[in-house]
């Protein structure tokens, strides 16, 4: 088996872990828009699985030959979560770590996706795993965006400014 199939397979059984993560979580998550946003982050986390599927199935010579064009989802997640109006402030402690977590998910993601495009000299997975490199940058932007302002209103609660 080729190191571009390993690294799809790898790629399409760490989606599967986010989509547990954000399905398992979004019932201890407080706030009901969080709920929202979990579930609608376990979608896309499916979606990434299932577009990583089609390549692994076209490079494995199931597929060989079929045309692969890669969707543009990149802003999907962004607009999602401005529709879904999440009042982050209105998150408690415990929302707090479960938000941390998806942040380190999301950032492990587009880190892995970022190496494993350095390291492929195949145009097509190149091209795939660039974009979801990039997708997940999004993610990650959204969720260190929302941690740090959920963490500054903690301070501010507790009379606490550490800087």
Known sequence: MNDNLKVLEYAMEMEKQGRDF?????DMIKDSKGKDLFEELAAVEADHYELLKKYHNY?????????L???DESKIFEKQLEESNIN?????GSDLAIMRMAYIIENDFA?????????TEDA????LL???AEWENGHRKVFYDRFNNMMQQN????????F
């Open 124 to 127: 097509a997975v190149k091209e």
């Open 69 to 71: 064009n890669l969707e």
């Open 155 to 162: 301070w501010f609660k507790q009379n606490f400014a550490p």
């Open 22 to 26: 954000y399905l398992k979580n979004k």
């Open 111 to 119: 880190e892995f996706y970022k190496n494993a495009a350095q390291s």
């Open 59 to 67: 490079l494995s010579e199931e597929e060989q030959g079929k045309p």
């Open 88 to 92: 982050f402030d209105t998150l408690n």
């Open 130 to 132: 660039e974009e979801l």
